[in-house]
């Protein structure tokens, strides 16, 4: 089993930037990629971000050229480093990680992006 726990989220204004942390406990041993997803009220959970163990990435078209995935040293952290962002960016962000057997989410992180 792996717990996922985020931080960072809050209120920024148009054209700000904001950084998520999630740091993975537990069975860590088998994930093989970590990212985020973000959910607005209403409508289905959404790829954000995705750093396989391999070093590749994938990002949803509407973050590219603002948002960066990464993940720490030790392997069971990412990162979330959003900048521009806007009123669209609004979201419940959820933590993300995978092994080979299980999807694993956060509890979520509410960024809202407002003047």
């Known amino acids: 089993q792996v717990s996922l726990v985020e931080s960072g989220g809050g209120l920024v204004q148009p054209g700000g930037s904001l950084r998520l942390a999630c740091v993975a406990s537990?069975?860590?041993?088998?994930?093989?990629?970590m990212g985020w997803y973000r959910q607005v009220s209403g409508k289905q959970r959404e790829l954000v971000a995705l750093?396989?163990?391999?070093?590749?990435?994938t990002y949803a078209d509407s973050v590219k050229g603002r948002f960066t995935v990464s993940r720490g040293n030790a392997r069971n952290t990412v990162f979330l480093q959003m900048s521009s962002l806007k009123p669209e960016d609004t979201a419940v962000y959820y933590c993300?990680?995978?092994?080979?057997?299980?999807?694993?989410w956060g509890q979520g992180t509410q960024v809202t992006v407002a003047s």
């Open positions: 750093s396989r163990s391999g070093g590749t990435e």
């Open positions: 993300y990680a995978r092994d080979p057997f299980t999807a694993y």
């Open positions: 537990g069975n860590i041993f088998n994930i093989n990629a």
